[in-house]
């Protein structure tokens, strides 16, 4: 029973670091929130970004 109990345990540590590892943290959150951002106000403007390559031939 024990065994059964501390497999779950590790199951869901294991679960809880695989989580961490894919969450953006704030900063990076906050770098696409701003990028976003600017890149809706220079569409806006009929322009590109001038990072955005998409365009580019």
Do not use: F
């Not at 679960?15 to 770098?31: D, F, G, I």
């Not at 600017?38 to 365009?55: S, V």
């Amino acid at each position: 029973m024990q065994r059964a109990i501390d497999q779950i345990g590790e199951n869901r540590k294991a679960e809880a670091e695989r989580r961490a590892a894919n969450t953006p943290t704030p900063a990076l959150l906050a770098e696409q929130l701003h990028r976003s951002k600017q890149q809706a106000i220079y569409e806006l403007r009929g322009n590109t970004h001038p990072l955005d390559r998409r365009n580019d031939v």
